[in-house]
Every structure is written in C-alpha cells, then in structure tokens.
C-alpha cells in the first residue's frame, strides 16, 4: 500500500519551460559589523565571497534538505549584496529549464547566504540578526509571481 501524504508532486507530463525565481533577505547589524564586512576585515575571512560560494552550493542542493523539491538542472544561479543604512540587503536569483519551479531553490540560497554571514560574524555582534525572507518574483510556471 502506498502512502500518498507523502511523496512527491508527478511532473512527468509537464514541458520544461524557462524557469525563474528571486529571493531576498536582509542581514541587521551595527554600521561596525557592516563596515568590516565591506573592508574585508573579520576573523572568519571575506565575507561575500564564502557566502557567496554556500548559496550557490545550496542553490545546487535543495532537494537534498528539502524532502518534496525535485532535483533541478540549475542553469545560473546569482547573489547579489547591496549595502543600506543598518542591514545588508542580500538577492539570489536561480534559472533552470525544467519541468518545476525554483522558487525554493532560491529561498533556500538566500538563507544559506544569510546563516553563512551570520556564522562568520555572530560573536562580533550581539545584536545581528536576518530579516525578511521572502520571493521577490517567479516565472515560467503556469503562474508568474511578483511581491508587490
């Protein structure tokens, strides 16, 4: 007999299509703590680029800690980091030709990207924190997203 409250969503008849998703989240913290990031000047390293490196990689390995996510041929795969007054705004934007969406693809890189952050500068800052995990937008499916 076969459970069917578990299990994965049959996409075998589904044409793969271009397939977009962008996500964000924020890192909050002292001007100091974002100062270092930009200088390069913390204990643990470059900030941006490692935690660049662990959103690509969870991009790539969703479906490896997500049990309902089907594994994607990521196509490109982007995080971007843009400084504002108190928080670093983080976007990752993941592209696949398949049959799915991957909207998780890119909620999970852009968490990743914002733990791996936290990871190297939490003993720093007492009052660092990530905010805000959300889609921004999807294409590609049989509905397109946007957050308004």
């Not at 998703?21 to 204990?43: K, N």
Request: aromatic share 4%; proline share 3%; with cysteine.
């Amino acid at each position: 007999m076969t459970d069917k409250r578990v299990g994965l969503i049959d996409i075998t008849a589904k044409n793969k299509t271009q397939r977009r998703a962008v996500a964000e989240v924020y890192i909050v913290g002292q001007e100091s703590t974002l100062d270092r990031i930009d200088a390069g000047d913390t204990p643990k390293g470059e900030v941006y680029p490692v935690a660049r490196a662990a959103g690509l990689m969870a991009a790539k390995t969703t479906h490896l800690v997500l049990p309902h996510c089907h594994p994607l041929a990521v196509t490109d795969a982007r995080v971007g980091f843009e400084r504002q007054v108190g928080r670093l705004h983080i976007t990752v934007e993941i592209t696949a030709l398949d049959r799915t969406g991957v909207e998780m693809e890119a909620l999970y890189a852009a968490s990743v990207v914002a733990l791996t952050i936290y990871d190297m500068l939490k003993f720093t800052d007492d009052e660092l924190r990530m905010d805000g995990l959300r889609l921004l937008e999807k294409t590609g499916g049989k509905r397109d997203y946007r957050a308004s």
